[in-house]
């Protein structure tokens, strides 16, 4: 069967520097366009397992396009920078930049990964960053390259920022809305851009708006589901339902629906230290970011608001045993970094409670012996189940079996993937953001309404 998928003009030898979530996703999506790329990693277990062909992320489809760069002899993985960077046009960093506690990115990885490359590199060669980073530190990576480079090796670094989502990477890079390349010079903007096949939308820019332009899109992302929280508040003030509400700002073109969901805050390994990598820069500078910093203020209220229904609902929560199914910190992933999930099974371990959760594929090491092998074997005896990742099995959970097997009935869905009527048929008490309860609701509207009875009345 011919491949449908749209090919760059000519191929180039690829070297890719990290085989986590982007790295990995790229080097086999470059292999699948036709290049040869050359994946380093320097996690011995993560390598070993890809020697084996087994990959060590969860992420739908990446397997197969693996098995086929590696069989197609187009995609091979080494511990060697020196074998990955010789002959190579183009090397790509793809290595993490987690956050530091004071909310800039740690770029430690980067600096050891740009400074290997360039030290490794026989000739010249276009290093491209698709590690997120603040603005400035492709030419900070520049003058460590120059330092690191052989005499008579020319390093032009570059910003190539990744955009794909976990859950559907591979399918992001194959149809990205934009592909960003950022340099200082045409030369190297136009070597990276010829890795991508031409029909793909392209944008030019110089390095530092190539690098905002990632924080930047990310703030965004961050904020609309701040937003959406907020709102859904809102909503449980006014007696309005969140679902609609939202539906229907979203429906507005302008505006648009997605990422416009509430529920228990946004986390992931990318818009927390995103948002506050963004916020540290313009701290740095001494410009004021308010709208980001209130993303950030938001999504912790919005975190923290899970257990205090909790508590509002049942009690103090000592004692008690809550299920909470689901860990990731969203559907169709594995990755449990800054996972809104985590820090509510946290936190209810911090107040006495006991708990047991259960993840579709998601089993992080430190909270294993809380994990049970299934839905009901988690919500046995619990009193209340807290819905806490929107994985679809969840929206499928039979609510007659699940009330037979909890001690109390109540069901916290932050994601709101049951259905409500089938759920309180079956006898479940049902709480979701978004939906007034007698607690929340005002029968009385505010000042203005009672001002203008006033003056009908009068
Ligand atoms: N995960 C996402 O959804 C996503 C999306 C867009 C951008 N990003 C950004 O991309 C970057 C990478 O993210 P990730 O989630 O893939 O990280 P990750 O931690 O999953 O993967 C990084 C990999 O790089 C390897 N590594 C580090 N230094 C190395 C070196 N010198 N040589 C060889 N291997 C090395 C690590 O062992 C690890 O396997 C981050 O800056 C992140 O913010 C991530």
């Known amino acids: 069967m011919p491949d449908p998928r749209p090919h760059p003009d000519r191929t180039s030898e690829i070297c890719v520097v990290g085989a986590g979530y982007v790295g990995l996703t790229a080097a086999a999506c470059f292999a699948a366009l036709g290049h040869h790329v050359r994946c380093v990693e320097n996690d011995a277990q993560r390598l070993s397992s890809l020697h084996e062909g087994v990959i060590p992320i969860f992420e739908p489809g990446l397997d197969a396009l693996v098995a086929e760069g590696v069989e197609a002899g187009r995609l091979l993985f080494t511990s060697d920078i020196a074998e990955a960077v010789c002959g190579a046009d183009a090397a790509f960093l793809c290595v993490g930049t987690p956050p530091r506690d004071d909310g800039h990115p740690d770029l430690r990885q980067l600096a050891n990964a ?24 492709c030419e900070a990576m520049q003058i460590l390259s120059d330092e690191a480079a052989q005499p ?63 924080y930047a899109s990310n703030t965004f992302l961050a904020l609309k589901i701040s937003f959406a929280n907020e709102i859904a508040g809102l909503c449980e003030q006014v007696g309005a339902e969140a679902l609609s509400v939202l539906a229907g ?6 505006i648009g629906s997605s990422f416009l969901a509430h529920g228990p805050g946004f986390g992931g390994s990318c818009l927390t ?160 953001p978004g939906r007034s309860t007698p607690e929340t609701y005002h029968a009385v509207m505010v000042p203005p309404l009672e001002w203008a009875l006033d003056a009908a009345l009068r």
């Not at 700002?249 to 302008?254: C, L, P």
Request: glycine residues 6%.
């Open 249 to 254: 700002v979203g429906m507005d073109q302008r």
């Open 152 to 214: 008579g090796v020319r390093i032009s670094v570059a910003s190539n920022p990744e955009f794909l989502r976990e859950s559907q990477a591979v399918d992001d890079f194959f149809h990205p809305d934009r592909v960003v390349v950022g340099a200082d010079d045409d030369r190297t903007r136009a070597a990276i851009a010829s890795l991508y096949p031409s029909e793909w939308p392209m944008l030019r820019c110089d390095r530092r708006s190539a690098e905002l332009i990632k």
């Open 114 to 137: 740009a400074n290997q490359v360039a030290a490794a590199a026989t000739g010249d060669l276009v290093v491209a960053v698709k590690s997120t980073v603040p603005p400035g530190t």
């Open 273 to 432: 230290k995103d948002v506050s990598g963004l916020v540290a820069t313009a701290e740095a500078l001494a410009f004021p970011t308010p709208v980001a910093q209130a993303v950030l203020d938001v999504n912790t209220w919005a975190r923290n608001r899970v257990v205090d229904k909790l508590t509002a609902l049942l009690g103090p929560l000592a004692g008690k045993k809550i299920a909470v199914l689901g860990l990731a910190f969203k559907a169709g992933t594995d990755d449990v970094r800054d996972s809104p999930a985590v820090t509510i099974v946290e936190r209810l371990v911090a107040q006495g409670a006991t708990v047991t959760t259960f993840d579709p594929v998601a089993d992080p090491e430190p909270l294993r012996r809380l994990r049970r092998a299934g839905v009901f074997d988690a919500a046995e005896r619990a009193e209340a189940v807290v819905i806490a990742t929107a994985w679809p099995e969840f929206a499928l959970i039979d609510p007659k079996r699940l009330v037979s097997v909890m001690a109390g009935s109540v069901v916290l869905d932050t994601v709101g993937v049951l259905d409500p009527a089938a759920a309180a048929g079956a006898g479940l008490e049902v709480v979701a």
